[in-house]
């Protein structure tokens, strides 16, 4: 029978546990992954083995992370994750056994997600590069791409020593560790040579056939349904055009659920993935999306429990079987705690406060995914048009009473007083002067957006808040227009819509202070 997690947490196993300590590690550092879950609703853990070709374990079938390493040139927290590892295992703790069997001791599945390919030459890292491209270098694309020059360096998976060794990995991580199943990370989405990708499609579906079968021979000899999943791109022309026939895999019924990651930088409560979900519908797999890692604001550097909650409604009418948690804050604090408990149920947050916050485009915009309605440049008499899904039962929120408010908020940056900007929602004209107005002289934005090269400012700006009227929200689709009608000349600088977000606000009991009951 095929799994289906209640909520699903993603750890990597370096960046929140083996980077983060001094060694040598204790046993009870190492069994944090899993401590750190104990009591929330997280039943299924998928954790990164390693790093793709090397790994944070005693493995037997390739190279352990750092084992190359005569000197360590990339930085402190690579070297504590090859010593605290080297020392674990000196000590007589395997730090994958440990959170596995943690796991299952807490009642925890867990899946071991492994990044199926990598990029990265023999001479070029000792850390990242495993056993097969050491002793084997023309295991090697070798054809190069001038639109992404590390795939020569990739593993050519139209090699059967290629598929074999990576079956290999799979094998040790589910049958002599014990892992509950397998999450394939395409991670750089390259698997053939760019010129051979459309005829290979059938050699990486049959491989995905083997990944499954030696799944079922292994959970048959533990009476137990060992689970197959896949990160994918959320369109299929991006999943083809790397040799992935999504669509066959799902149909056949090889896999347990799909987690489509597109551009995932950003929070992002609009679905990309529709046709994975009706095509996983018909056999039942599952599908489990990401909510995304940063917004792009200045008022907010983390997701919050709000932007969560909105994001998460979207994905759940869009055919979302649950939620793929990954990359919170660590440590985890209040917010951290109250999405875990949030997002194994739809039920917990549906009368609770939303915010629904359109993403802007990114620095380098995914070719595959549409394009995003914001930041929009704003000229005498263009329109900006841009769509905001919000997926509460507002209905029954009114007639029971509870819904307390929708606001409408917009940011205009660098806009001047002598223009004429007219707002819109679903047609109807709000009206600026009822809105409550605000600027600032700029702000800053989280990290990784400035990593991928955006703006780390966003410059002098006004907001709008709008309240809007309970009649005028809909359910699904909203459409926000704003239309410079008169753009006063003399002020030369662009007038930008940056940011458009929607609020929906319930009546909840009030909260005590101090000694009130």
Not at 37 to 56: A, R, S
Not at 82 to 100: C, H, M, S, T, W
Not at 455 to 469: A, G, L, M, Q, S
Request: proline share 7%; net charge negative; with cysteine.
């Amino acid at each position: 029978m095929k799994a289906k997690p209640k909520l699903i947490y993603y750890h990597d196993s370096r960046h929140y546990l083996m980077y983060r300590f001094d060694p040598p590690m204790s046993l009870h550092q190492l069994r944090k992954p899993i401590d750190d879950l104990i009591g929330t609703p997280v039943d299924t853990i998928v954790y990164g083995t390693g790093m793709g070709q090397t790994f944070l374990y005693d493995t037997k079938v390739g190279y352990k992370f750092g084992e190359k390493a005569t000197k360590h040139t990339a930085g402190l927290v690579w070297w504590r994750a090859e010593e605290n590892l080297r020392q674990a295992i000196k000590a007589g703790y395997d730090p994958f056994k440990i959170v596995v069997d943690r796991a299952h001791e807490k009642g925890i599945k867990l899946v071991g997600s492994i990044r199926i390919n990598d990029a990265g030459a023999p001479e070029e890292s000792t850390y990242s590069i495993g056993r097969l491209k050491y002793e084997n270098p023309d295991v090697m694309i070798g054809e190069e791409d001038p639109g992404r020059p590390y795939v020569s360096t990739c593993l050519d998976f139209a090699r059967e020593d290629v598929r074999n060794e990576r079956l290999s990995v799979i094998e040790e991580v589910c049958d002599r560790y014990n892992a509950d199943g397998i999450e394939i990370d395409e991670y750089i989405r390259v698997f053939f040579k760019p010129s051979q990708v459309q005829e290979n499609i059938p050699i990486l579906t049959q491989w995905i056939r083997d990944v499954r079968s030696l799944l079922d021979d292994i959970g048959k000899k533990r009476g137990q349904h060992l689970s197959l999943s896949v990160r994918v791109h959320p369109t299929e022309r991006a999943c083809l055009e790397a040799g992935m026939d999504l669509r066959t895999w799902t149909s056949e019924g090889l896999l347990d659920w799909i987690t489509p990651f597109g551009d995932v930088l950003l929070i992002d409560p609009k679905p990309n993935f529709e046709w994975i979900a009706q095509e996983a519908s018909k056999v039942g797999t599952n599908i489990y999306p990401p909510l995304g890692r940063e917004p792009y604001d200045d008022r907010f550097h983390v997701v919050t429990p709000e932007m969560t909650r909105a994001t998460a409604t979207n994905f759940v009418a869009a055919g979302a079987s649950g939620i793929y948690l990954a990359d919170l804050p660590w440590p985890h604090g209040d917010d951290e705690y109250k999405i875990m408990r949030e997002m194994a149920d739809p039920d917990a947050y549906a009368r609770k406060t939303k915010h629904y916050m359109v993403a802007p485009t990114t620095a380098k915009p995914d070719p595959y995914m549409p394009v995003r309605d914001i930041p929009f440049t704003l000229d005498q008499d263009t329109t900006a048009a841009v769509e905001v899904s919000v997926n509460d039962d507002l209905d029954s929120a009114i007639t029971d009473g509870e819904l307390d408010s929708v606001k409408l908020g917009i940011r205009l940056v660098q806009p001047h007083p002598n223009d004429t900007i007219v707002f819109k929602l679903n047609g109807q004209t709000l009206n600026d002067s009822d809105a409550k107005t605000s600027h600032f002289y700029g702000g800053s934005v989280p990290y990784f957006p400035v990593k991928v090269g955006m703006d780390i400012r966003i410059n002098t700006h006004y907001w709008f808040e709008f309240d809007v009227p309970h009649d005028l929200i809909q359910h699904g689709k909203n459409l926000v227009e704003v239309t410079m009608e008169k753009r006063y000349a003399r002020f030369t600088a662009d007038r930008v819509l940056q940011s458009v977000e929607i609020w929906v606000n319930y009546k909840d009991v009030p909260i005590p202070v101090n000694g009130q009951m």
